[in-house]
């Protein structure tokens, strides 16, 4: 009998371990939580997965370089933002620089001018341009890759 009960006591413990029924693995859904028209929220469990697509860099110094190679395949759509910023603020011959933040799981964090010339049209440009690109995952933390567009004489 006492191997019964352990057996017993052991089958409990493990449909406790492992959530039990159908109701404890598929919860009701909490109508106090908020979700927005269009927002998906993940499954529990599920990677996200553009992140399987993305390479992986060894190192900081890796990372920049993957980076500096992804954006310079989107350089000419980026000169033409910078061009309309120029045409826009009337300033055909400035240096333009803007600043381009990947986080480390390689999704783009935003781009940015220099501080005290900010523009929203450049900006959302910019991150138009390079919202499809496929940029690296790495330990780094966050990469700030800075573009400088200076007027080219001929």
Do not use: W
Request: with cysteine.
């Amino acid at each position: 009998m006492d191997s019964v009960r352990l057996a017993t006591i052991t089958l409990c413990a493990l449909l406790l371990a492992c959530g039990g029924g159908k109701d404890a693995a598929h919860p009701a859904p909490d109508p106090s939580a908020s979700v927005d028209a269009g927002e998906v929220e993940p499954e529990a469990g599920t990677v996200d997965a553009g992140a399987s697509e993305r390479p992986f860099a060894g190192s900081a110094a890796e990372a920049t370089q993957l980076i500096t190679e992804a954006v310079d395949k989107k350089q000419e759509a980026l000169a033409k933002c910078v061009q309309q910023y120029r045409f826009r603020k009337h300033l055909a011959h400035e240096k333009v620089s803007i600043n381009i933040g990947i986080d480390q799981e390689g999704r783009l964090m935003g781009v940015t001018l220099p501080k005290g010339k900010d523009d929203k049209e450049l900006s959302a440009c910019a991150q138009n341009e390079l919202r499809d690109v496929v940029f690296p995952r790495s330990h780094a933390g966050v990469i700030t890759l800075t573009r400088t567009f200076q007027e080219m004489v001929k």
